[in-house]
């Protein structure tokens, strides 16, 4: 990590302030940085970002009860929060590309009990969220954003998990501002960020007038894991850089590949999260497995990525199925990066990905 010296310098400084059960001066901080980095009344550091999701849902008022509609398209920490806050989850298909919700399928899925909608911007890609908002305000829906891998990502001048009602981040390892474990949530309502500052400290400080009593969590973010963020946040331009440009080398160099076709970078605004690719070989999964165990990390190989729809805890939950989301997470190679990656391991990854290919795909 660029800057060692002088986080290390940080953190022994707050260690010899530790052992400090009232101490917030790091959380305190990354807040407001965050808050201005990202143009935003409030940021509520938390601790990680299914917490800042539980969280945000709790804040915004959604309960027992309620619906919320929630792509299929999405990892499983995008669904247990709503599940954690007593809602129910409604899955949503996506447009064929995999790059929105798709809107007839989501106007289908409102009932009166539908409370949220909560866009996920898996791989760092945003949808339409101008779209989104206008149909949520017809629907008097309010649009809480899972911008978890969209860190930096933007539609626009509009950062990704600014401008709804509330966006809510992760920092665990691997995202794009990372510090172990961790998330943050951000908000322009005075009432929603008073309301999670209490929700994720066990009700103290209390919640602003108007919200009823209720048992809370502990999701604070602890003091040295602020440090890391913060550390890291000084240099998210380099660390968005970075990811950019592996992303585009994978893309450069897997261009002839056979059965892989990287995808278009989708737009200026987009945090090059994972490289994608849409995959034409047979048997898309097995390779991507098979890509897992050569050392390749990604989503559906390493991770298993299934629709949300499709997985067996949720299957009480899921009505009828998201073809299209199915479809583009048997097709997607995303392969997962890291600021550890340089040249060298990005042009090994290619390196093996292309061979494997060639060796996968029938000859005509
Ligand atoms: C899309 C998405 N939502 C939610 C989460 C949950 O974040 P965390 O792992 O910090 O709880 C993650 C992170 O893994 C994610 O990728």
Redesign the pocket.
Known sequence: MTGALRLTEDLEQLLDTMPDPAAGTQVTALESELADRFGVRHAVAVS????A?HTALRAVGVGPGDEVLVPAL??I??VAPIIHAGARPVFVDCTPDGADLDHTDLSAKVTPATKAVLP?H?WGRIGDLARLGGWADEHRLLVVE?A??AQGSRTGDRHAGTGSAIGCF???DG?VLWCG???YLLTDNDRYAAAARSYRSHGLPPPPPGYPPQVAQNYRLAEPLAVIARANLARLDDLLARRQHQAALLRELLTDAPGVQPAAAPGQGWNGYSFLATLTMPRPRAFCERLAGLGIPNSVGTFRLVPADQRRELASFAASPCGNAAAVIDRTLAVILTDHDDDQRITGYAEIIAREARAWCPRD
């Open positions: 990680s970002g299914t917490a999701l999405t990892v920490m995008s996920v898996l899972d978890c891998q992760s920092m665990k995202k474990e961790g998330g």
